[in-house]
């Protein structure tokens, strides 16, 4: 389970098939076609729960900020409440343009969505449709190529760097005439790393003049200078890139589910066809207007993640683990432990992770929580270290 478990994974097969995404009948056969090979297999939420430890304490294996949603998100909820009988089609209006306006796009370029889970689907979706293959990182965020390969379009897999980041050149190398897509995730999940800015910029340059490149910044929140990292002002200047983000992380939205896209204009009708805009919860999107601009809380946020981050630094090195250092709100590291047995031992103490396997090792992603449950992390990774 640990293997197959993503971010959203148990949302998609109980909400976002059956809701969210608009299937022409020919396209929900394919989707009901046996997996292909590549294909990371879908955690149902029934499956979800009826697998997950009864008693977790620290939940530190989904990325998600334990600190929010703000204060003003919470108002706002409220205050939505009255008119929640309505459908959300001012807000969602309001909520484009003020992104808009923020990205100095036009509001024709911004696709929302309830969390970027449908948009990674829709973008699958429309990109591998017809074949072809989709290159990512490996390992990296797998949700838009797994459903990819679902479509019968092959999944190329790259490894990292030495240093446990994407391989641009590897990537753009692995490029042939059946190319449809190329992924980024920057910062990348599950290894926490990030890019240097102006090389990726330069790679997305080039690279869209042959093919269509995706980059997720779920993560970018993160990072010290977001405007500095981010891709938007590409797709504003007219390249061949999607830019998706979430509110998910730093916002903790994770479950109101807010998500949006910048791109291309002429591309944005052809996402939303598989995207299903009125699955905006209109409580949902008046959180996130209220959040938007609401930088204390953000800052405030990240400090006290950057916080417990260096906390987990902290109990690693003195437990003489070596750790990837993160730009992110988690933290992978190598385990002496079999990964699924470390896995089901931390369950038992009461504290959820993650486990991958990799390089030829065993990893552990600890997801950054409040200082008492990295205190509870701590506590049980003792008694197995």
Request: glycine share 6%; proline share 5%; aromatic share 10%.
């Amino acid at each position: 389970m640990a293997a197959a478990m993503n971010r959203r994974n148990w949302l998609k097969a109980s909400s976002l098939l059956t809701g969210s995404l608009a299937f022409l009948p020919s396209t929900w056969n394919k989707l009901e076609a046996a997996p292909s090979k590549n294909y990371i297999p879908f955690i149902s939420e029934a499956e979800f729960l009826e697998n997950a430890p009864p008693a977790i304490k620290a939940r530190l294996s989904a990325n998600e900020n334990p600190f929010g949603p703000s204060a003003k998100a919470k108002e706002a909820i409220a205050g939505a409440m009255a008119t929640s009988y309505q459908y959300a089609f001012t807000d969602a209006r309001t909520f484009a343009g003020n992104i808009a306006k923020r990205e100095q796009v036009e509001p024709g370029m911004v696709l929302l969505a309830p969390g970027s889970t449908s948009i990674l689907m829709a973008t699958a979706i429309h990109f591998a449709k017809d074949g072809g293959n989709v290159i990512t990182g490996d390992p990296s965020y797998a949700d838009l190529p797994g459903m990819a390969a679902r479509f019968n379009a092959k999944w190329i897999k790259v490894p990292l760097t030495a240093d446990y980041k994407l391989d641009l050149d590897a990537m753009e190398n692995a490029i042939d005439a059946d190319t449809k897509l190329v992924c980024i995730c920057n910062p990348n999940n599950p290894t926490g790393t990030s890019l240097d800015a102006a090389k990726l910029r330069a790679f997305c340059e080039r690279v869209s003049k042959k093919v269509t490149v995706f980059v997720d910044e779920a993560y970018i929140d993160y990072l010290p200078d977001v405007k500095a990292e981010t891709m938007i002002d590409l797709v504003r200047a007219g390249n061949n890139i999607i830019v998706a983000r979430t509110f998910s992380k730093l916002y903790g939205f994770a479950g109101l589910r807010i998500g949006y896209a910048i791109v291309p204009a002429a591309l944005r009708g052809k996402l939303e066809l598989y995207n299903g805009g009125n699955g905006l919860s209109s409580l949902s999107l008046a959180a996130a207007i209220a959040a938007y601009d609401d930088f204390d809380y953000l800052k405030d946020a990240l400090a006290k993640t950057m916080a417990s981050r260096d906390y987990l630094y902290s109990v690693l090195k003195a437990e003489k683990y070596e750790y990837i250092p993160s730009s992110a709100n988690f933290v992978m590291f190598p385990i002496k432990m079999e990964g699924r047995r470390f896995s089901e031992e931390m369950a038992k103490r009461g504290v959820g992770i993650r486990t991958w396997k990799f390089s030829g090792k065993d990893w552990c992603r600890v997801s950054i929580g409040t200082m008492e449950e990295m205190q509870d992390f701590a506590a049980a990774f003792k008694e197995l270290s």
